[in-house]
């Protein structure tokens, strides 16, 4: 059964959730030490990339662990089989050149890119393909998707391909290969990968890791042997900023060429005044919302949370808070960059929009009864009051969570503000220490993967333990794991669809989660000292920084 083959390129992307950092260097220094950066590169120019990143981000360079490192630098670094493109919903090859299956489904045999070389220019092999995801089974805490629920084996065939046989039919995985980065044999094999910091990282993407200059910023400099194409500029600078307004105002007066997403919000129309300044807006693999801990005695009642869900107004947080430049969520989960996946029905239909009226009703209806102080307690007294984590030093954030919050204090329910990390945030995520939590949950380009992941129930864990998956809400129910189980095998696209379609009224109905909205990427960029930038793909993505060309 041949696939159509993924259109060769890279490409990065989405939005991670960034928090402020220590203190940075000055705009002066910062300026003068990338002019230097770019006369020793032969006269290449160093592009500047924005980034509102903690010095405790970058404590490792390790592409498997979940925390102590700054997402967005390993598609700079690695490459995973095939990566998919947000901005046109397209997979791209990466070391993958293409695929395909076995009439049976259950053998993925993946061609690799025969010039593909490490950086310390040994050839990448399919034996250092099947190691890395050899690692994945040895590590479970690595295998953030659960791969190896579905892998039987992974091996290197002599030709050079990489073969992936799985227990059964399971349609799903090119797609979850494009969440691995893979990683060189030869200096892996020599290391306890679990506490592997990865100090000095070895990769095989466009740009290589010069150093780090701690509070200051990361330096790569441009991989002349990458194998699909050079880039055009000699470094890539990631300059570190305290806080998304520090990061906003360095783009204004032109100390860097992009924030990525990580701009604050509210200085969007003075940044896109400037001269050369554009904007890139897409939908994507990312919903904000508000996670509901299900495992609170109060919020396992399903009243609770669909009365959270409908006194959050998602219209005026879109308008307000993000200018506009993100989407309606999908109540379903499954987002529009899904394509035919999205129940689209469910991101306009009126039960499970903003209705503080009905919020009300439903806890009345479901027992509930308003104190002296307007806040509702259930018939043994306990009051409807939570603790509400939101994102520190991010402005656009912090007013979603003022305006969330008085949204639900108009329905009767008390959410205390309390602020926190970036790296605290997903703490308290994955340990369960919290009651409502405001935040981004990325997923990878897929259905099974992106329901799975969030919403299964072998995906959690009790309070106290981390989940080795992403169901941060700790929401389980039979229903949603059999019908997910059932859909894993399906090779038929329109009977996976249906069951996609049940499980995204469920998770409607149920609201384990509260949907805040959509976003792929908005990223501001300038025109001022750079021209070529890809637009297909995210334009601060490693694709685009192979192709942009000093003006």
């Keep these: 059964m041949r696939q159509g083959l993924w259109t060769a390129g890279v490409a990065l992307g989405g939005t991670t959730l960034l928090a402020a950092c220590g203190p940075a260097a000055t705009n002066a220094h910062r300026a003068s030490s990338a002019a230097a950066r770019g006369a020793s590169g032969g006269g290449k120019a160093t592009f500047r990339l924005g980034a509102t990143l903690l010095p405790s981000q970058l404590s490792n360079y390790n592409p498997f662990e979940k925390s102590g490192n700054w997402g967005p630098i390993f598609d700079y670094l690695y490459d995973p089989l095939f990566y998919f493109s947000q901005v046109t919903g397209k997979f791209l090859n990466r070391l993958g050149t293409g695929y395909s299956w076995n009439k049976a489904g259950t053998q993925l045999t993946v061609t690799l890119h025969t010039g593909a070389k490490w950086h310390d220019g040994k050839p990448v092999t399919a034996g250092d393909v099947a190691f890395t995801y050899q690692l994945l089974k040895q590590n479970p805490v690595f295998d953030t998707y659960a791969l190896w629920q579905q892998l039987q084996a992974v091996s290197a065939t002599p030709d050079g391909s990489v073969v992936f ?3 059964q039919p399971f349609p799903s995985l090119p797609a979850y290969l494009s969440t691995v980065y893979i990683v060189p044999q030869h ?10 910091l990865n100090s000095n990282p070895v990769g095989s993407g466009p740009f290589i890791f010069d150093h780090y200059t701690p509070g200051t910023d990361v330096l790569l400099r441009a991989n002349p042997d990458y194998f699909l194409g050079a880039p055009k500029i000699g470094y890539l600078d990631v ?5 998304s307004p520090d990061a906003s105002l360095a783009l204004i007066n032109g100390s860097i060429d992009t924030p990525g997403g990580g701009i604050a919000m509210p200085s969007l129309p003075q940044m896109l005044k400037q001269p050369g300044t554009k904007f890139q807006v897409y939908a994507g693999l990312t919903n904000y919302a508000v996670f509901l801990n299900n495992a609170n005695p109060l919020l396992q009642n399903k009243v609770v ?4 869900a409908r006194a959050i107004n998602r219209q005026n947080l879109i308008s307000e808070g993000e200018q506009n430049a993100v989407f309606p969520a999908n109540p379903g989960w499954i987002p529009t960059s899904l394509g035919a996946y999205c129940d689209r029905a469910l991101i306009t239909d009126p039960a499970y929009g903003y209705n503080a009226q009905n919020a009300v009703q439903l806890l009345t209806a479901g027992g509930f009864k308003r104190g002296s102080d307007g806040i509702f307690a259930d018939s043994s007294g306990r009051r409807l009051s939570f603790t509400y984590y939101e994102a520190a030093s991010a402005p656009a954030q912090d007013k979603e969570a003022s305006m969330i919050q008085q949204n639900l204090q108009a329905v009767g329910i008390q959410a205390t503000a309390k602020t926190a990390t970036g790296p605290e945030l997903t703490t308290l995520l994955r340990s369960g220490g919290f009651d409502m939590l405001q935040s981004g949950g990325g997923f990878p380009p897929d259905p099974q993967a992106a329901l799975f992941a969030f919403f299964d129930s072998s995906e959690t864990a009790p309070v106290g333990s981390n989940t080795v998956g992403l169901n941060y809400a700790r929401y389980k129910n039979t229903q949603v ?20 379609f049940q499980v995204q009224k469920i998770l409607a109905e149920e609201a384990p989660v509260a949907l805040m909205y959509n976003v792929g990427g908005h990223i501001p960029y300038s025109t001022t000292r750079f021209t070529g930038y890809r637009t297909d793909v995210p334009v601060d993505s490693a694709l685009s920084l192979i192709a942009v060309t000093p003006v």
Excluded at 187 to 195: E, F, Y
Excluded at 239 to 243: P, V
Excluded at 305 to 308: E, F, I, L, S
């Design 187 to 196: 200096i892996w094999s020599t290391v306890n990968a679990s506490q592997y």
């Design 239 to 243: 300059i570190m900023y305290a806080s």
């Design 481 to 500: 794991d059999a019908l997910l189980k059932q859909s894993a095998t399906l090779l038929d696209v329109t009977a996976r669809t249906k069951i996609y």
């Design 305 to 308: 949370r669909q009365a959270v």
């Design 165 to 167: 046989s799985l227990r």
